[in-house]
């Protein structure tokens, strides 16, 4: 029988992953898709297929996780096997500029789904995306059992659909698990999250298109995997014969001033020649140091990262310089990431 899958966030970077490895295992998969006035979905355009297609085996529905009937409309059309609930305003700092709207997407999103599967009685498996940014302030290393101390209204919201996913196991007996998941980054990751950033500025540095890069705070410490290993965790999380919650993580560290040397280093480049600093891109509050523990899924459910930060920076550094090298003007003459000036504490 084939497996069906429903995404949210299917347009993101986990959710653009996720599908190509489900497709790949046979699934069918759906994908919920916000409506844009312009096209957003340049991270899975390679993986559709129209649908009149006999072979089709993606599909894609309009939706928002801020609309509780359509959640409930789509659910029972579908009828999924297992749901992936990727969607969120993913970006910290953003949170600080939009907590209601954060609150509502990224925490109350989460309620919206898991009721709306307790509304069409469907007995699916659940993935809730859950994050390391829930640790906030408790000292590393963190693992399943260290206390939440979340620091950005993006934090507290995750906190909260993190419990709301294990009040429905509890109280209703769902399959529904929880993916503590420490920073992961490829070269599908947003423009704006700080890995992306840099790499992306190499690459124009190095091509002459720009000449400096405004950064924040450069000696916080993340736990930076490489996004398709963790897509492949979050499905053996839904395999397992009981649900449970997990850690995925790689457990080294890094500062943001590491990765960035590492970057302009493999492309022949001086960072200090480059970077500037700019406190717009401070937070109110800082997350200071995330490194992850994730001997409970290397033990349950044998998953281990096995990319980290260096090779992840060249891997980055090398897809922004080929992309550059074979995009038309359009790519080239796109705003500089810190041209933008509508929302610059964003950046
Ligand atoms: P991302 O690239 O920012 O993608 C977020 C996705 O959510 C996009 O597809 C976006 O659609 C969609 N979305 C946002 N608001 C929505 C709404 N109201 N209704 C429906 N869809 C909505 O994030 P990511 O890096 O792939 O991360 C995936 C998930 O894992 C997120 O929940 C994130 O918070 C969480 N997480 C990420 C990391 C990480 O390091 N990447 C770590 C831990 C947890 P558009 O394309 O239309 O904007
Ligand atoms: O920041 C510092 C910044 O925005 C990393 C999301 O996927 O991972 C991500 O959240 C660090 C922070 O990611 C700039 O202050 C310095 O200390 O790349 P980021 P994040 O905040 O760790 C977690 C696990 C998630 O769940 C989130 O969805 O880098 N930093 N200068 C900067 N950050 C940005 N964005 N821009 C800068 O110029």
Not at 72 to 77: E, F, N
Not at 180 to 190: A, Q
Not at 199 to 224: F, H, K, M, P, Q
Request: hydrophobic share 40%; glycine share 8%.
């Amino acid at each position: 029988m084939t497996k069906r899958a429903l995404i949210t966030g299917i347009t993101g970077q986990d959710g653009s992953y996720l599908a190509e490895m489900l497709l790949a295992k046979g699934y069918e998969v759906h994908g919920l898709i916000r409506r844009a006035s312009t096209f957003n979905t340049v991270r899975i355009d390679h993986l559709y297929q129209d649908r009149h297609e006999p072979d089709a085996r993606m599909f894609l529905h309009y939706g928002d996780l801020a609309d509780g009937a359509r959640l409930v409309t789509l659910l029972a059309q579908v009828q999924p096997d297992e749901v992936y609930n990727l969607a969120a305003q993913s970006h910290v700092r953003v949170s600080f500029e939009e907590p209601e709207h954060t609150g509502n997407t990224t925490g109350m999103g989460a309620t919206r789904l898991l009721e709306a599967v307790r509304m069409t009685g469907l007995h699916c498996r659940y993935y809730q995306a859950s994050s390391s940014e829930m640790f906030g302030a408790s000292p590393p290393p963190q693992n399943e059992l260290t206390p939440f101390y979340p620091r950005s209204p993006y934090g507290a919201a995750k906190v909260y659909a993190y419990w709301l996913t294990k009040n429905y196991r509890e109280a209703y007996g769902f399959f529904a698990v929880n993916g503590i998941l420490f920073n992961h980054e490829s070269p599908r990751r947003g423009e704006t999250f700080v890995t992306r950033k840099i790499s992306r500025a190499v690459a124009r540095i190095r091509a002459g298109l720009d000449d400096v890069v405004y950064l924040g705070n450069i000696d916080t410490v993340r736990d930076w995997g490489y996004a398709p290993e963790y897509v492949e965790g979050m499905w053996r999380m839904l395999q397992a014969d009981e649900p449970d919650d997990y850690v995925l993580a790689t457990g080294n560290s890094c500062t943001v001033r590491d990765f960035m040397i590492t970057a302009f280093e493999h492309a022949g480049l001086d960072w200090e020649k480059h970077v500037r600093f700019d406190e717009q891109y401070l937070r109110p509050t800082e997350v200071d140091a995330l490194i992850g523990d994730a001997s409970k899924a290397t033990g349950r459910l044998g998953w281990k990262a096995t990319v980290h930060a260096d090779e992840l920076a060249r891997i980055m550094v090398d897809a922004d310089i080929e992309a550059l090298e074979h995009a038309g003007s359009s790519w080239i003459d796109a705003p500089r990431v810190d041209g933008w000036v509508a929302a610059p504490a964003a950046r």
